[in-house]
């Protein structure tokens, strides 16, 4: 464009007329390659587009959610495994479980009718509750070998126990406590100790002197018997209800002061048996601590021992602890040993129940 185009153009701008001019071409429509990148490198406008840059990237593919097949062959997708109870779904509470299985087994009930029999640290196979539902009563066996909300170290666990026996819904009530830090079947440390866990000095544990895989033990062991004298006082109190208690004879934990007041109460006992007289291979002599009950049918055999042989099998008793096995199985003989007989299961059931 010359000189005289651009003055024309001004001149016209400054005129009052301002009549239109034909459109005039750009004097540059892009800046130079090092001013265009400077300027864009300042520009908000630059930054957009950087931005629509990024997005317009393909996004990598994800990877389709598993499925799962329902019901008439149609699909859904998979529910993310949870943690939930297995009845009722996941808002139902441990305390509304318990309670609707406690009314589920008292469906067809046949013997002790209304009322229910509850087995503590009964194991998995739980001999003493399969006498009683095999007689026909109710019974719900608690054990976290059975399922984990059976954890009788949660409160709510507790209160809903105590209060079914408050309410006269427990007729009887048996524990076969764990013994693992109580039981002289352990090692012993040496002089004042009782055994890997519990010295003279201190029943309730030496922790101090313990490993700290061995202190959680003995804590764990601590809480399991402090449950169970709250449950045998608690049964004390209800005239209508029963209870029992089993643990080794040489067991730390009958010589606990708790343990000991709570036998001189009404309508206490306790007895000593040999479980060889019952069916095993060990002698395994077991103390048994009830809450009324019928006396005269507790378990009291004892194995009358000549030269170094049972009385009923005429052969040396299998020894437990010290990590000893049994001959034929390999299995660990203390662990065999937890589980009662089934005489001895059948005789329990006959003294609790009259």
């Known amino acids: 464009m010359s000189h005289l185009q651009v003055g024309q153009m001004y001149a016209h701008l400054a005129s009052p ?6 459109c005039l071409p750009m004097l540059a429509t892009r800046a130079p390659g090092p001013v265009r990148a400077q300027f864009e490198s300042k520009g908000k406008g630059s930054h957009r587009r950087r931005e629509q840059g990024q997005q317009s990237k393909a996004a990598p593919a994800r990877k389709p959610r598993p499925t799962q097949l329902t019901g008439r062959g149609q699909q859904s997708k998979a529910a993310p495994a949870r943690n939930e109870p297995a009845i009722g779904g996941p808002k139902q509470t441990v305390t509304q479980w318990l309670e609707d299985m406690r009314q589920e087994s008292l469906l067809g009930v046949t013997w002790k009718t209304g009322r229910l029999f509850v087995d503590l640290f009964s194991g998995k196979n739980c001999p003493v509750g399969k006498d009683v539902r095999a007689r026909g009563g109710a019974v719900i066996a608690f054990d976290l070998l059975i399922d984990a909300r059976f954890d009788l170290s949660q409160p709510e666990v507790e209160q809903t126990l105590m209060r079914w026996i408050r309410q006269g819904l427990v007729w009887a009530v048996f524990l076969g406590t764990d013994c693992t830090t109580w039981s002289s079947a352990s090692y012993s440390k040496g002089p004042g100790w009782f055994n890997s866990y519990r010295s003279r000095g201190n029943l309730w544990g030496q922790l101090a002197s313990l490993s ?20 045998l006082q608690e049964i004390a109190d209800q005239p209508s209800a029963v209870g029992g208690l089993e643990n080794p004879k040489g067991s730390v934990m009958w010589m606990l002061p708790e343990l000991q007041a709570l036998e001189k109460r009404s309508r206490t006992y306790h007895t000593i048996c040999h479980y060889c007289q019952y069916g095993t291979q060990w002698k395994k002599p077991t103390r048994l601590f009830f809450v009324g009950g019928r006396k005269a049918l507790a378990p009291s055999k004892l194995c009358k021992q000549v030269s170094g042989r049972c009385s009923r099998t005429k052969k040396p008793h ?23 007989p089934r005489r001895l299961a059948t005789q329990i059931v006959d003294c609790l129940a009259g």
């Open 17 to 22: 007329s301002r009549q239109k001019l034909p």
């Open 212 to 231: 700290p895989k061995a202190q959680e033990k003995v804590l764990q062991g601590n809480g399991h018997v402090r449950f169970t004298i709250r449950v």
């Open 318 to 340: 299998l020894k437990l602890g010290k990590g000893r096995c049994h001959p034929s199985s390999g299995a660990v003989l203390t662990k065999l040993a937890t589980e009662y």
